[in-house]
């Protein structure tokens, strides 16, 4: 009886740990995990942070708008009138987003382009926060809200890509 107690004791310990080891991640799996490639190919390192480490990161307004999805207020954000030929990196993470070629005026209130640079970029949901569904963007790499995609833009792709000021930074070309 002995014997049979210790064998079914094996057997269960040796299916627990099957079950266990077929549950963990192989390094593959693990790096699918952790990076992307984006449309030129480049591997991208996926950023992921606790939220209390992003609060010592990122300014209060920062943080509100990155990470809680708020809004900036309309014609108060510092890159809306912002000229120069360069790129509109995530404020977040650096990660560039957009490029000045495609930015354009649209009377929002906030920068507008009609189009991204590598839209692997930029990952899309469908928010219903004011009632009705909306396109909200937000950087594929660090998953920081941007703002929101709408199709009243400028040819030649008919969109808006309206970006809260405070969720970029911006990197002059040099000439």
């Known amino acids: 009886m ?3 107690h210790l064998f079914l004791c094996v057997f269960m310990f040796l ?3 099957r079950t266990v080891s077929s549950q963990q991640p192989t390094d593959e799996t693990a790096m699918q995990e952790k990076y992307y490639l984006n449309g030129r190919g480049d591997t991208i390192l996926l950023i992921s942070r606790p939220e209390s480490e992003w609060k010592k990161i990122l300014s209060t307004q920062e943080y ?4 809680t999805k708020g ?7 510092d890159l809306l009138q912002e000229k120069k030929e360069g790129w509109y990196t995530c404020r977040a ?3 560039p987003l957009f490029h000045s070629k495609h930015k354009y005026e649209s009377g ?3 920068p507008s382009f009609f189009d991204v640079s590598d839209k692997s970029s930029i990952s899309t949901t469908t928010d219903y926060d004011i009632g009705y569904p909306r396109t909200e963007l937000t950087c594929h790499r660090c998953g920081g809200h941007l703002g929101h995609v709408f199709d009243d833009g400028p040819s030649p792709t008919g969109m808006r890509y309206c970006i809260n000021s405070v969720s970029l930074d911006f990197v002059e070309e040099k000439k």
């Not at 509100?64 to 990470?67: E, G, P």
């Not at 809004?71 to 954000?77: D, N, P």
């Open 15 to 17: 299916s627990c740990q």
């Open 71 to 77: 809004t900036e207020r309309a014609f108060t954000g």
């Open 108 to 110: 929002s209130g906030w």
């Open 2 to 4: 002995r014997l049979i």
């Open 64 to 67: 509100y708008v990155l990470r």
């Open 93 to 95: 993470c650096g990660l």
